[in-house]
Protein backbone atom coordinates (compact mmCIF):
# COMPACT_ATOMS: atom_id res chain seq x y z
CA UNK A 1 0.00 0.00 0.00
CA UNK A 2 1.63 2.69 -1.09
CA UNK A 3 -0.59 5.31 -0.13
CA UNK A 4 0.08 9.18 0.07
CA UNK A 5 3.97 9.65 -2.07
CA UNK A 6 5.73 12.55 -1.87
CA UNK A 7 8.69 13.70 -3.91
CA UNK A 8 11.54 14.78 -3.20
CA UNK A 9 12.08 14.36 0.53
CA UNK A 10 14.79 16.43 0.45
CA UNK A 11 15.77 19.57 -1.65
CA UNK A 12 17.86 23.02 -1.17
CA UNK A 13 16.95 25.93 -3.49
CA UNK A 14 18.55 28.70 -3.68
CA UNK A 15 16.72 32.27 -3.39
CA UNK A 16 14.47 32.97 -6.56
CA UNK A 17 14.41 30.00 -8.00
CA UNK A 18 11.33 27.84 -8.14
CA UNK A 19 10.07 24.05 -8.12
CA UNK A 20 6.99 21.64 -7.74
CA UNK A 21 6.74 19.23 -4.63
CA UNK A 22 4.87 16.22 -6.25
CA UNK A 23 2.12 14.40 -4.31
CA UNK A 24 -0.22 11.55 -5.42
CA UNK A 25 -2.43 9.26 -3.35
CA UNK A 26 -3.52 5.66 -4.78
CA UNK A 27 -6.63 5.59 -2.70
CA UNK A 28 -8.75 7.12 -4.87
CA UNK A 29 -9.12 10.09 -2.32
CA UNK A 30 -11.58 13.17 -3.62
CA UNK A 31 -9.85 15.91 -1.10
CA UNK A 32 -6.29 16.52 -1.13
CA UNK A 33 -4.35 19.31 0.81
CA UNK A 34 -0.80 20.70 1.29
CA UNK A 35 0.30 21.79 4.88
CA UNK A 36 3.54 22.70 5.70
CA UNK A 37 4.84 22.52 9.13
CA UNK A 38 7.72 25.13 11.14
CA UNK A 39 9.13 24.14 14.63
CA UNK A 40 7.17 24.56 17.27
CA UNK A 41 4.31 25.99 15.06
CA UNK A 42 1.52 23.30 14.40
CA UNK A 43 1.07 22.66 10.41
CA UNK A 44 -0.56 25.29 8.82
CA UNK A 45 -2.96 24.67 5.50
CA UNK A 46 -1.96 25.94 2.09
CA UNK A 47 -4.22 24.88 -0.37
CA UNK A 48 -6.89 22.44 -0.66
CA UNK A 49 -8.52 20.76 -3.18
CA UNK A 50 -11.91 18.85 -3.37
CA UNK A 51 -12.01 17.09 -6.52
CA UNK A 52 -9.99 17.36 -10.10
CA UNK A 53 -10.18 20.76 -11.18
CA UNK A 54 -11.19 22.74 -7.79
CA UNK A 55 -8.76 23.91 -5.65
CA UNK A 56 -8.72 26.55 -2.64
CA UNK A 57 -7.23 28.45 -0.28
CA UNK A 58 -5.84 27.94 3.39
CA UNK A 59 -4.56 29.82 5.12
CA UNK A 60 -0.89 30.41 4.34
CA UNK A 61 -1.13 30.56 0.53
CA UNK A 62 1.49 33.71 -0.85
CA UNK A 63 4.13 32.25 -2.43
CA UNK A 64 2.55 28.81 -3.65
CA UNK A 65 0.02 27.65 -6.51
CA UNK A 66 -1.30 24.00 -6.98
CA UNK A 67 -3.15 22.35 -9.81
CA UNK A 68 -5.28 19.45 -9.21
CA UNK A 69 -6.03 17.67 -13.39
CA UNK A 70 -6.44 14.29 -11.95
CA UNK A 71 -8.12 12.56 -8.72
CA UNK A 72 -4.40 10.91 -7.77
CA UNK A 73 -1.94 14.14 -8.16
CA UNK A 74 -1.81 17.09 -6.09
CA UNK A 75 1.22 19.60 -7.31
CA UNK A 76 2.40 22.06 -5.22
CA UNK A 77 4.70 24.61 -6.95
CA UNK A 78 6.60 27.71 -5.43
CA UNK A 79 7.47 30.06 -7.20
CA UNK A 80 10.21 32.31 -6.65
CA UNK A 81 11.71 30.93 -3.67
CA UNK A 82 12.50 32.77 -0.39
CA UNK A 83 13.78 32.01 2.72
CA UNK A 84 10.52 31.83 4.86
CA UNK A 85 9.61 29.03 2.57
CA UNK A 86 12.05 26.96 4.57
CA UNK A 87 9.90 24.39 6.13
CA UNK A 88 8.68 20.88 5.94
CA UNK A 89 5.79 20.27 3.81
CA UNK A 90 3.38 17.55 4.10
CA UNK A 91 0.66 16.73 1.30
CA UNK A 92 -2.44 14.39 2.98
CA UNK A 93 -5.89 13.18 1.54
CA UNK A 94 -8.74 11.97 2.62
CA UNK A 95 -12.20 10.38 1.24
CA UNK A 96 -15.04 13.37 1.06
CA UNK A 97 -17.39 11.67 3.55
CA UNK A 98 -17.89 12.63 6.40
CA UNK A 99 -15.09 13.60 8.96
CA UNK A 100 -12.66 11.04 7.51
CA UNK A 101 -8.99 10.92 8.51
CA UNK A 102 -6.56 12.47 6.58
CA UNK A 103 -3.63 10.37 5.28
CA UNK A 104 -0.17 11.99 5.50
CA UNK A 105 2.78 11.57 3.31
CA UNK A 106 5.96 11.28 4.73
CA UNK A 107 7.18 14.93 3.98
CA UNK A 108 9.48 16.85 2.00
CA UNK A 109 11.73 19.17 3.72
CA UNK A 110 13.26 22.44 1.70
CA UNK A 111 15.53 24.88 2.48
CA UNK A 112 16.05 28.04 0.88
CA UNK A 113 19.25 29.38 1.28
CA UNK B 1 -12.94 30.05 12.99
CA UNK B 2 -11.95 27.06 15.27
CA UNK B 3 -8.73 27.25 16.82
CA UNK B 4 -6.59 24.16 19.11
CA UNK B 5 -4.37 25.28 22.29
CA UNK B 6 -1.99 22.47 23.50
CA UNK B 7 -0.93 23.81 26.48
CA UNK B 8 1.86 21.98 26.82
CA UNK B 9 5.44 22.31 24.28
CA UNK B 10 7.32 19.67 26.03
CA UNK B 11 6.50 17.10 28.96
CA UNK B 12 8.88 14.67 29.99
CA UNK B 13 8.02 12.28 31.69
CA UNK B 14 9.55 8.65 33.59
CA UNK B 15 9.36 5.53 31.70
CA UNK B 16 6.27 3.48 33.14
CA UNK B 17 4.69 6.40 34.28
CA UNK B 18 1.02 7.74 33.37
CA UNK B 19 1.05 11.09 31.52
CA UNK B 20 -1.95 13.49 30.19
CA UNK B 21 -1.47 16.02 27.18
CA UNK B 22 -3.56 18.19 27.36
CA UNK B 23 -5.98 20.13 24.59
CA UNK B 24 -8.48 22.83 24.46
CA UNK B 25 -10.55 23.98 21.02
CA UNK B 26 -12.35 27.08 20.42
CA UNK B 27 -15.33 26.02 18.02
CA UNK B 28 -18.75 28.10 17.84
CA UNK B 29 -20.55 24.56 16.06
CA UNK B 30 -20.02 20.88 16.50
CA UNK B 31 -16.93 19.73 15.84
CA UNK B 32 -14.74 16.44 15.28
CA UNK B 33 -11.47 16.16 17.51
CA UNK B 34 -8.21 14.27 16.28
CA UNK B 35 -4.70 13.08 18.04
CA UNK B 36 -2.34 12.44 15.86
CA UNK B 37 1.45 11.26 16.20
CA UNK B 38 4.62 12.39 14.54
CA UNK B 39 7.90 10.08 14.94
CA UNK B 40 11.52 11.58 13.89
CA UNK B 41 11.50 12.19 10.29
CA UNK B 42 7.84 10.60 9.60
CA UNK B 43 4.85 12.30 8.39
CA UNK B 44 1.71 12.22 10.72
CA UNK B 45 -0.31 9.32 11.45
CA UNK B 46 -3.48 9.28 13.59
CA UNK B 47 -4.14 7.75 17.14
CA UNK B 48 -7.34 8.46 17.67
CA UNK B 49 -10.50 10.80 16.97
CA UNK B 50 -13.84 11.88 18.13
CA UNK B 51 -16.80 11.84 16.21
CA UNK B 52 -19.91 11.56 18.26
CA UNK B 53 -21.37 8.77 20.96
CA UNK B 54 -19.23 7.99 23.95
CA UNK B 55 -16.92 10.81 25.03
CA UNK B 56 -13.93 8.41 25.84
CA UNK B 57 -12.23 7.25 22.90
CA UNK B 58 -9.69 4.25 22.53
CA UNK B 59 -6.89 4.86 19.94
CA UNK B 60 -4.12 2.73 19.07
CA UNK B 61 -1.10 1.79 21.01
CA UNK B 62 -2.77 2.25 24.47
CA UNK B 63 -3.94 5.97 23.99
CA UNK B 64 -7.34 7.23 25.19
CA UNK B 65 -8.52 10.28 24.96
CA UNK B 66 -12.11 11.94 26.70
CA UNK B 67 -14.21 14.87 24.95
CA UNK B 68 -15.78 17.27 27.51
CA UNK B 69 -17.73 19.56 25.92
CA UNK B 70 -18.52 21.91 28.97
CA UNK B 71 -14.69 21.72 29.37
CA UNK B 72 -14.04 22.17 25.25
CA UNK B 73 -11.06 19.55 26.20
CA UNK B 74 -10.10 16.66 24.53
CA UNK B 75 -7.18 15.73 26.51
CA UNK B 76 -4.92 12.51 25.69
CA UNK B 77 -4.09 9.46 28.15
CA UNK B 78 -1.50 6.57 28.43
CA UNK B 79 -1.70 4.93 31.72
CA UNK B 80 2.02 3.61 31.25
CA UNK B 81 4.23 5.12 28.63
CA UNK B 82 7.20 3.35 26.74
CA UNK B 83 10.53 4.76 25.87
CA UNK B 84 8.76 4.40 21.61
CA UNK B 85 6.17 6.84 22.80
CA UNK B 86 8.99 9.67 22.42
CA UNK B 87 7.05 11.63 19.66
CA UNK B 88 5.13 14.65 18.64
CA UNK B 89 1.52 14.70 19.41
CA UNK B 90 -0.74 17.01 17.60
CA UNK B 91 -4.52 17.74 18.76
CA UNK B 92 -6.53 18.69 15.35
CA UNK B 93 -10.14 19.59 14.94
CA UNK B 94 -12.63 19.96 12.15
CA UNK B 95 -15.87 22.18 12.59
CA UNK B 96 -18.62 19.73 11.17
CA UNK B 97 -16.29 17.59 8.47
CA UNK B 98 -15.30 20.86 6.52
CA UNK B 99 -13.88 20.60 3.43
CA UNK B 100 -11.07 22.72 4.48
CA UNK B 101 -9.22 20.12 6.55
CA UNK B 102 -7.93 20.24 10.25
CA UNK B 103 -6.58 22.61 11.81
CA UNK B 104 -4.00 21.99 14.63
CA UNK B 105 -2.45 22.48 17.38
CA UNK B 106 1.50 23.39 17.86
CA UNK B 107 2.01 20.35 19.20
CA UNK B 108 3.38 18.72 22.02
CA UNK B 109 7.01 16.76 22.25
CA UNK B 110 6.43 13.73 24.51
CA UNK B 111 9.52 12.81 26.24
CA UNK B 112 10.30 9.80 27.79
CA UNK B 113 12.85 9.25 30.16
CA UNK B 114 14.48 5.93 31.56
Known amino acids: NAGVTQTPKFRILKIGQSMTLQCAQD?????MYWYRQDPGMGLKLIYY???????DKGEVPNGYNVSRSTTEDFPLRLELAAPSQTSVYFC????????????FGEGSRLTVL | AQSVTQLDSQVPVFEEAPVELRCNYS??????LFWYVQYPNQGLQLLLK??????LVKGINGFEAEFNKSQTSFHLRKPSVHISDTAEYFC????????????FGKGTHLIIQP
Open chain 1, 92 to 103: ASRTGTGAGELF
Open chain 1, 27 to 31: MNHNY
Open chain 1, 49 to 55: SVGAGIT
Open chain 2, 27 to 32: SSVSVY
Open chain 2, 50 to 55: YLSGST
Open chain 2, 92 to 103: AVSEGGGADGLT
